[in-house]
């Protein structure tokens, strides 16, 4: 079976550019999540959807961040501009909401290194 | 609001010796309690949940967990620890009241070290 599949697994980028996350949930998972891990504040919470609809966005640290989930299949999370700060490991997460039961499917990350 | 404590940024035990990741959470209902495992350079994995029923849970790699609902702790445990199981160990909390799908609050993690 698919796991949650994210890309681009590594991408370095320079100051000010545009930087895009994608994410392909699995299969049948209503709810979709995206986590920021860094050494300094451990896993964080950026946002979440469930049925396609942003649920929390609270996380989401200022307007350089944008997330977007068009269809059940597809997530994009986008930072413009890009700043050094924002280096990081980004992770999409999904589960099937009527589970209740809190199991989230890791994808293996998007390793961000903005110079 | 949830939130789960790991008191340890790491724990060392030798190969063969019994094993414990611990954790505090605070929920304002009842808790749903989560422990996830990371390898390097990899997503998070599942290991254990605690819904309902017995306070001891039994998990994925010879891994349980006990539930304490006095001293509200849920630590991992594992009776015999591998070198493959060193590794990150993350808890997690959500409150059986909060609705909204599975939004779980994480810790900061143990780091897990197991020696020959």
């Known amino acids: 079976d698919a796991g949650v599949i994210q890309s681009p697994r590594h991408e370095v980028t320079e100051m000010g550019q545009e930087v895009t996350l994608r994410c392909k949930p699995i299969s049948g998972h209503n709810s979709l999540f995206w986590y920021r891990q860094t050494m300094m504040r451990g896993l964080e919470l950026l946002i979440y959807?469930?049925?396609?609809?942003?649920?929390?966005d609270s996380g989401m640290p200022e307007d350089r961040f944008s997330a977007k989930m068009p269809n059940a299949s597809f997530s994009t999370l986008k930072i413009q501009p890009s700043e050094p700060r924002d280096s990081a490991v980004y992770f999409c997460?999904?589960?099937?909401?009527?589970?209740?039961?809190?199991?989230?499917?890791f994808g293996e990350g998007s390793r961000l290194t903005v110079l | 609001a949830q939130s789960v404590a790991q008191p340890e940024d790491q724990v060392n035990v030798a190969e063969g010796n019994p094993l414990t990741v611990k954790c505090t959470y605070s929920v304002s209902g009842n808790p749903y309690l989560f422990w996830y495992v990371q390898y390097p350079n990899r997503g998070l994995q599942f290991l254990l949940k605690y819904i309902t029923g017995d306070n001891l849970v039994k998990g994925s790699y010879g891994f349980e967990a006990e539930f304490n609902k006095s001293q509200t702790s849920f630590h991992l445990k594992k009776p015999s620890a591998l070198v493959s199981d060193s590794a990150l160990y993350f808890c997690a909390v959500r409150d059986a009241l909060t609705g909204g799908g599975n939004k779980l609050t994480f810790g900061t993690g143990t780091q897990l070290k197991v020696e020959l």
């Open positions: 959807f469930n049925n396609n609809v942003p649920i929390d």
């Open positions: 997460a999904s589960s099937l909401a009527t589970a209740n039961t809190g199991e989230l499917f």
